[in-house]
Nanobody
C-alpha cells in the first residue's frame, strides 16, 4: 500500500513555473515506478511524465517535452514535477501515481498504476 499526497499547485501566468510534489507514505519509493497525469475539465485523464524505479529512465508526453522534468528524491520519499514555461492549456488537476516493483521502463498507462493521489489544481492564465 502506498499513500500519495500532491502539493504545489496554484495559479500562475503563462510562461511561469511551478514545482509539484508528491509525498509518499507507508512504502519507500526507492523500488517504485511513478508517474504524473493530468485531467482538464471535460477531458479524460492523460499521461504527463513517468520515471522508473531506478530513476535512470524517464518518459514524457510530447506536449511537455523540454518544459517539464520528473524526478524522485528517495531520501524524502517524494516525487517531483518541475514545470517551466507553462501554457494556458496546461491548466488541469495533476495527479501522481505509483506502482510498487522493479519495473524497468517508465509506465504511461493509467491502468498500470494501482495507487493514486487526490490531485492538485494547476491554473495557468494568459
Amino acid at each position: 500500500q502506498v499513500d500519495l499526497v500532491e502539493s504545489g499547485g496554484g495559479e500562475v501566468q503563462a510562461g511561469g513555473s511551478l514545482r509539484l510534489s508528491c509525498a509518499a507514505s507507508r512504502h519507500t519509493i526507492s523500488n517504485v515506478a511513478m508517474g504524473w497525469f493530468r485531467q482538464a475539465p471535460g477531458k479524460e485523464r492523460e499521461f504527463v511524465a513517468a520515471i522508473n524505479w531506478s530513476e535512470r529512465r524517464t518518459d514524457y508526453a510530447d506536449f511537455v517535452k523540454a518544459r517539464f522534468t520528473i524526478n524522485k528524491d528517495n531520501a524524502k520519499n517524494t516525487l517531483y514535477l518541475q514545470m517551466n514555461n507553462l501554457k494556458p492549456e496546461d491548466t488541469a488537476v495533476y495527479y501522481c501515481a505509483a506502482k510498487v516493483g522493479i519495473v524497468a521502463d517508465p509506465l504511461r498507462g493509467l491502468n498500470e498504476y494501482p495507487y493514486w493521489g487526490q490531485g492538485t489544481q494547476v491554473t495557468v492564465s494568459s
